[in-house]
């Protein structure tokens, strides 16, 4: 039986006694923080956030008590950076920073000179297996194609795009981190999308974010929030299966994959007993690849399918005109056109500033006492930059609040990029993956308008283009849609 949330927040409220009387004594000094919310005993401010729409309630709470503010989610001190200026200027704080979440074997929860190394490694692997060049643009090629044959078998029926953009999506960094595709009714690759899509919808969930703030206490209440831990495990559990079948065939020789050349590091620095190339880190690395290039481009593509629908003057007007113009009908879209094509450029990174599927950066921490914006942050305090707000920072953006592509469009047309747009975070933990996502994004919307018409099943004006939830992701709401051959 599922537990309410008033039965959820009374547990919290004795685990929360527990952590005060276990960690009391090595609560850090408080130096002179920002201001922020008064906390309420034991719980800090989680029962004055929206649970819906976390991202919102820190952003209101910016317009109180300004662009920087400290915050409490139950024994866990943040302090949050709103605005593009404080997001900003937390750049300058690079050398007294690291990443303040507990450590994995991965590369995702990484610090210090682990982190440098197999991101460094990882960066280098993508880019030998094409990541900006021509190989990986044929593989995504022929993923897009896979999905527009899909959608024209659907004969313009209603049908929801969740599951089918997953798959398409996932099977392009599987080609890299596996060597190879599955087939969209493979039932061990239809388990593996599955998974990741509940784990991305359950993190924003108050049951996800509640796990987030305290994962140890957490893991022994009954609830949805263990099957976060349940499906990781599962999704590590298939990982380390490819790793094993990847050990049987391998030639040192030939690497076929990112699994080959992370093994073949193995097999160089065996003797090194400082090495961080081990099978766990091989593990935890691909899964954190998996689960973060998956995720971000399909929940992309999907909010950005629902606000064309909700804009059919942008969807017709203007990108199908621009396709057509560049593009034709009688060949395939690649990546050296979009220099071609501003007005999609612009749509796409539109798409990604209003829908802000990773709403808040990395979470920090400062490394020793420091000083930022006249306030003294004592060694340890976690900072936050709240990602959304930059997106929606009013004097960065003209009208914020409207979906509109002339955000990224100069006077004359063209594209014009934005310091302010954040979309895969900033700093020196931007997102590894970008290069790819930028490719995908581009080719598979496109590709699909090229081809479709998205035609929602009610009237534009009834379209309600508000998450279904905004916490540590942003998760859009579901729908079904027509794809119209045109």
Request: charged residues 20%; contains cysteine; aromatic residues 10%.
């Amino acid at each position: 039986m599922e537990l309410t949330t008033a039965t959820l927040l009374l547990l919290l409220l004795g685990l929360s006694c527990l952590l005060v009387c276990l960690h009391g004594k090595g609560q850090q000094k408080r130096g002179c923080l920002p201001p922020g919310p008064r906390p309420l005993p034991l719980l800090g401010n989680r029962l004055q956030l929206d649970a819906k729409d976390m991202v919102k309630s820190l952003r209101k709470l910016s317009e109180r008590y300004g662009p920087i503010y400290t915050l409490h989610l139950g024994s866990w001190r943040v302090v949050v950076l709103c605005g593009y200026q404080a997001v900003k200027e937390l750049g300058s704080l690079v050398p007294s920073l690291h990443y303040s979440m507990p450590p994995t074997p991965g590369i995702t929860l990484s610090n210090g000179e682990k982190w440098k190394v197999l991101r460094r490694f990882a960066l280098q692997t993508l880019r030998n297996f094409g990541m900006g060049k021509r190989s990986l643009e044929e593989q995504i090629q022929q993923e897009v194609r896979c999905l527009v044959q899909e959608l024209a078998q659907t004969q313009a029926a209603p049908f929801d795009p969740t599951f089918l953009i997953s798959r398409a999506v996932s099977n392009v960094i599987c080609s890299i981190l596996f060597g190879g595709r599955f087939e969209y009714q493979d039932g061990s690759f239809l388990t593996l999308v599955g998974l990741t899509n509940q784990i991305f919808q359950l993190l924003s969930s108050l049951w996800g974010q509640m796990y987030s703030i305290f994962p140890g206490p957490m893991s022994c209440v009954p609830g949805p929030h263990n099957r976060i831990s349940e499906n990781f495990e599962q999704l590590r559990l298939f990982v380390l299966e490819q790793v094993k079948m990847h050990q049987e065939s391998f030639d040192p020789n030939s690497p076929r994959d990112f699994i080959d050349c992370f093994l073949l590091k193995m097999e160089q620095e065996n003797q090194d007993p400082l090495s961080y190339f081990h099978t766990e880190t091989l593990v935890m690395t691909t899964h954190n690849l998996f689960f973060s290039c998956t995720e971000t481009v399909s929940t992309t593509l999907r909010y950005g399918f629902l606000l064309l629908m909700k804009h059919p003057e942008i969807q017709g007007e203007r990108v199908h005109a621009e396709v057509d113009q560049v593009i034709g009908q009688h060949r395939s879209p690649s990546v050296e056109d979009r220099s071609r094509m501003p007005y999609a450029d612009a749509m796409i990174h539109e798409v990604q500033r209003f829908s802000n599927v990773f709403p808040m950066g990395v979470p920090h921490a400062v490394t020793r006492d420091t000083r930022f914006r006249g306030f003294l942050l004592p060694e340890g305090t976690n900072m936050l930059p709240l990602l959304f707000s930059v997106h929606n920072d009013p004097t960065q953006f003209k009208d914020p609040a409207t979906f509109d592509p002339a955000h990224f469009l100069d006077p004359s047309g063209g594209f014009q990029k934005h310091d302010a747009f954040m979309a895969f975070s900033t700093g020196k933990r931007i997102c590894l993956g970008e290069g790819l996502a930028r490719m995908e994004l581009f080719l598979f919307f496109t590709a699909i308008l090229q081809r479709f018409t998205l035609m929602p099943l009610v009237r534009p004006d009834d379209i309600d283009i508000s998450p279904l939830m905004s916490g540590l992701e942003t998760v859009p709401r579901h729908y079904e849609f027509q794809a119209v051959p045109r």
